[in-house]
């Protein structure tokens, strides 16, 4: 029997901006491979070598800025703008891709890689450039103390009290591309299903919380995604 679903939360890792040619972090090649998170993604890196930490960041920017979405980031499109039910995406990835592939309710958990926070006033202001300890906040004016609005290891998630609603109150939740090895994040299956959600994952393989989900659809997120948008508008048809 084809249902309708009134609340769907999509939550994406770095698979899905993998076929625009982004380094996703756990794979052979993987960012975490070639850097030490230690490094680059604890707030005591940022304090014992703050312009270590800002330039991998502004090493990373110009690939983002120029990245294109693909044919997964587009699915949600097509599907927020024909299924028109209530459809949040929470992303753990800090590329721009979601936007630039025209997707609302986009909601970076892990934050942006386009955005800078100042540590003194809480100000947060976006930019593609390079940044350092030099700079200063547009907002207070003091220096040393902005950092990649990035959320390091450690520190808590942006969004978290929209996020408990939306899961609460999502009839289906799909995970796109992520290992599902970093919480909060990869325990919100969890939450979804426990508040009766359907519960499908797209991933080239399987994940370590694989067995959380009633479903699983292996593949690249590019096919995969555009595929599972069109089996759901179809059943939208049907009912
Ligand atoms: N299509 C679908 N899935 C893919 C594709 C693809 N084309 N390419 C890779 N994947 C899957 C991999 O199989 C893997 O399960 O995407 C996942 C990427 O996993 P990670 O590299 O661990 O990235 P992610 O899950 O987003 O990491 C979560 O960890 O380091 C932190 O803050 C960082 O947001 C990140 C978080
Ligand atoms: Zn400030």
């Known amino acids: 029997m084809a249902k309708i679903y009134k609340n769907i939360v999509i939550l994406t890792g770095a698979g899905i901006s993998a076929e625009s040619g982004l380094a996703t972090f756990r794979s052979e090649n993987g960012l975490w491979n070639k850097h030490r998170v230690e490094d680059v993604a604890t707030i005591e890196a940022y304090w014992k070598n703050p312009d270590y930490v800002h330039d991998f960041y502004n090493q990373m920017r110009p690939e983002l800025f ?103 109150t999502c009839n289906l939740f799909i995970s796109v591309g992520t290992s599902g090895v970093v919480y909060p994040a990869a325990g919100f299956v969890q939450v979804a299903k426990f508040y009766g959600a359907d519960t499908i994952e797209v991933n080239l393989e399987e994940t370590s919380n694989n067995y959380l989900f009633g479903r699983h659809i292996y593949g690249k997120a590019g096919k995969a995604l555009p595929d599972l948008v069109n089996e759901l508008l179809e059943q939208k048809e049907e009912a």
């Open 66 to 168: 120029n990245a294109k979405p693909n044919a997964a980031h587009l699915a949600i499109t097509k599907l927020q703008e024909k299924y028109n039910s209530n459809i949040n995406v929470i992303t753990q990835n800090v590329d721009t891709l979601h936007e630039k592939a025209g997707n609302k309710n986009v909601w970076h958990i892990h934050g942006q890689i386009n955005q800078i926070v100042c540590m003194n006033c809480g100000h947060v202001f976006e930019t593609w450039g390079d940044v350092s300890s030099e700079d200063s906040c547009p907002h207070c004016g003091i220096s040393a103390m902005l950092k990649p609005n990035i959320v390091f290891f450690g520190e808590n998630l942006l969004y978290m009290d929209k996020v408990d609603e939306l899961l609460q």
